[in-house]
């Protein structure tokens, strides 16, 4: 038979039930924060995704366009100005050009167009004289025209981003 002190050491030995039910619970508190902590991280690391995207590729298509219209090699060689659509000749004597086709900017390559950029919303040439101020009224206005404007609103999932240059074709 079992004396007194030893059934007080068996009870002892293990863990009662509302002991591991609180412990349950406690853990799974301390895991939920960290849930929604870690869900936080993950959702941040995602937007700063997309805006890092947006800007990438905003600035790649805006600093091709600015890039390819200082090669053009006249006034006269600009074929179509509208404010969706630029076409030209280049210094090199290659046709090129830039439309918008809500939402993809495209590079006009002379045989098709080739996607520049997606996701754009917004997309606008603007022609100038050479105060920079009055509006080139085109085609009248094409022996003035100075400054081409490209203003370009890219979004990509809740990031939206609005770029604006002005560039100056250097044969002018």
């Given at each position: 038979m079992r004396t007194a002190e030893q059934q007080n050491r068996s009870q002892d030995a293990g863990f009662t039930l509302i002991e591991i039910i609180i412990t349950i619970v406690i853990v799974g508190i301390i895991a939920g924060i960290a849930a929604m902590i870690i869900a936080q991280g993950v959702r941040a690391y995602s937007d700063?995704?997309?805006?890092?995207?947006?800007?990438?590729?905003a600035r790649l298509a805006v600093e091709r366009i600015a890039r390819e219209i200082r090669l053009i090699r006249s006034a006269a060689d600009i074929t179509?100005?509208?404010?969706?659509?630029?076409?030209?000749?280049?210094?090199?004597?290659?046709?090129?050009?830039?439309?918008?086709?809500?939402?993809?900017?495209?590079?006009?390559?002379?045989a098709g167009n080739d996607v520049l950029a997606s996701g754009v919303t917004g997309f606008?040439?603007?022609?100038?004289?050479?105060?920079?101020?009055?509006?080139?009224?085109?085609?009248?206005?094409?022996?003035?025209?100075?400054?081409?404007?490209?203003?370009?609103?890219?979004?990509?999932?809740?990031?939206?981003?609005?770029?604006?240059t002005r560039v100056h074709p250097m044969n002018f």
């Open positions: 700063e995704q997309f805006r890092s995207d947006a800007h990438y590729q179509t100005f509208t404010a969706i659509d630029l076409r030209f000749t280049k210094v090199d004597g290659t046709i090129s050009g830039f439309n918008w086709v809500n939402p993809m900017l495209n590079r006009w390559n002379g606008s040439f603007s022609y100038y004289r050479n105060d920079g101020v009055t509006a080139a009224v085109l085609p009248a206005d094409l022996n003035l025209l100075w400054f081409i404007d490209i203003s370009m609103t890219d979004t990509q999932a809740s990031e939206i981003l609005q770029m604006r």
